[in-house]
T-cell receptor, first 110, second 111 residues
Framework: GIQVEQSPPDLILQEGANSTLRCNFS?????LQWFHQNPWGQLINLFY???GTKQNGRLSATTVATERYSLLYISSSQTTDSGVYFC????????????FGTGTRLTVIP | DADVTQTPRNRITKTGKRIMLECSQT?????MYWYRQDPGLGLRLIYY???????NKGEISDGYSVSRQAQAKFSLSLESAIPNQTALYFC??????????FGPGTRLTVL
């Protein structure tokens, strides 16, 4: 398979702070997605971003496919941002399935 | 209404029992997937299907089987459940754009 490494594994923020989450992957990809898993276990699509930069409100993401990494930026964090953030990739040369990293657990404290 | 639904949402069963988890979608996608998530880990692929006549094993298919009854329905079966199959199970769908959309998950406990 493909190796997907996320950092940091855990992050605690004061409400209002900004953060950057990183995802490194070991092979060429044609799909990269960021998800937020909320405390109830639901997976929420944040970005589909195999390359380039996208923004959605306080969140933005950048993928540099040639250097095999992606970054998720969270600005002005809120307590509702707490949960686990997963990066998942689909290898260019493989079947259409996602390989997940082990996630970054974010806790935003008031 | 949710685009991808899973039933049941929670299930407790005993070792050796047969269990079926069901997934339905209204997104009109051809591709469907089953993943499992163990505590503290990311998701891993069990099976996937690109259309009703196409079924493929994923990373961890042993002990599981699937059935694609229609474009909108994809079920996962545990023929004889064992405790290490206790996990959170997710169904997902995608179209040719490859972006995957996940259901709410089924929490399965095997005693």
């Amino acid at each position: 398979g493909i190796q997907v490494e996320q950092s940091p594994p855990d992050l605690i923020l004061q409400e209002g702070a900004n953060s950057t989450l990183r995802c490194n992957f070991s092979d060429s990809v044609n799909n990269l997605q960021w998800f937020h898993q909320n405390p109830w276990g639901q997976l929420i699509n944040l970005f589909y971003i195999p390359s380039g930069t996208k923004q959605n409100g306080r969140l933005s993401a950048t993928t540099v496919a040639t250097e095999r990494y992606s970054l998720l930026y969270i600005s002005s964090s809120q307590t509702t941002d707490s949960g686990v953030y997963f990066c998942a990739v689909e290898r260019s040369s493989g079947a259409n399935n996602l390989f997940f990293g082990t996630g970054t657990r974010l806790t935003v404290i008031p | 209404d949710a685009d991808v639904t899973q039933t049941p949402r929670n299930r407790i069963t005993k070792t050796g029992k047969r269990i079926m988890l069901e997934c339905s979608q209204t997104k009109g996608h051809d591709r469907m997937y089953w993943y499992r998530q163990d505590p503290g880990l990311g998701l891993r692929l069990i099976y996937y299907s690109f259309d009703v006549k196409d079924i493929n094993k994923g990373e961890i298919s042993d002990g599981y089987s699937v059935s694609r009854q229609a474009q909108a329905k994809f079920s996962l079966s545990l023929e004889s459940a064992i405790p290490n199959q206790t996990a959170l199970y997710f169904c997902a769908t995608s179209d040719l754009s490859r972006e995957q959309y996940f259901g709410p998950g089924t929490r399965l406990t095997v005693l």
